[in-house]
């Protein structure tokens, strides 16, 4: 969505710089009449030439050129071409801007989670559908659930607690579950399933008031 965007962007003032720095811009003072008025000129003269075999073929694509930007400038004027991308670009802005503002908050909420090295585990069937009730599908599920866990808000003042100094930090960590060997078979691998593991901080304390909350 945001390449989308940006690329909407970009083509918006691409059609901007056209409409302002091709020869369309030595006719933008001109009022829509003069310019329909300067149409009808041209295509008089023009049409006589196109019949006659002999014409100077050279006059005729000059005549040609000043009749098609005549005609786009009045498109623009008729269709206010450039207000209206004024004001798509304003509004791919925002939302670029409003996208860059969550990115930075989630990079925020998100720096202090520091990712441990992947693990691997052995387990049977049973334990594994129980251990992957108590994971996460992706690593962003892991972080989302460490940023809106419910003692990440002080119950006091409402402010935010942060692990403290003596804390463990929030850790996160992917596993993979390979389907456990019987006695005497073969180590072939079998892939039970990934998950990621959340070890959230034991120890927190309120930014606002210092209040500090234990993990039981």
């Known amino acids: 969505m945001k390449k989308i965007t940006i690329l909407f962007v970009v083509l918006c003032l691409g059609v901007l710089g056209f409409l302002y720095f091709s020869p369309l811009s030595k006719i933008h003072e001109f009022r829509k009449d003069i310019l329909e008025e300067q149409v009808r000129v041209i295509e008089m003269e023009l049409y006589p030439l196109m019949q006659d075999p002999q ?28 207000y209206i991308l004024y004001v798509f670009v304003i509004l791919a802005t925002a939302i670029l801007a409003v996208g860059w503002l969550a990115s930075s908050k989630k990079l ?23 251990m992957v009730l108590g994971g996460f599908r992706n690593k962003e599920e892991a972080k989302e659930w460490i940023s809106n866990d419910q003692l990440r808000k002080c119950e006091y003042c409402g402010a935010r607690n942060f692990p403290t100094p003596d804390s463990n930090p929030d850790q996160i960590q992917f596993c993979t579950f390979y389907k456990q060997v019987p006695d005497q078979a073969k180590d072939l691998r079998i892939v039970l399933g990934s998950i990621w593991n959340v070890v959230p901080a034991r120890k927190l304390a309120c930014s606002g008031c210092g209040k500090i909350v234990k993990r039981g």
């Open 55 to 82: 014409s100077n073929q050279g006059g005729i694509e000059a005549l040609k050129k000043e009749l098609f930007w005549f005609d786009l400038e009045i498109k623009r004027q008729t269709w206010f071409v450039d």
């Open 108 to 130: 925020r909420l998100y720096s202090g989670i520091k990712e441990l090295t992947p693990t691997e585990k052995y387990v049977d069937e049973y334990t594994y559908e129980r």
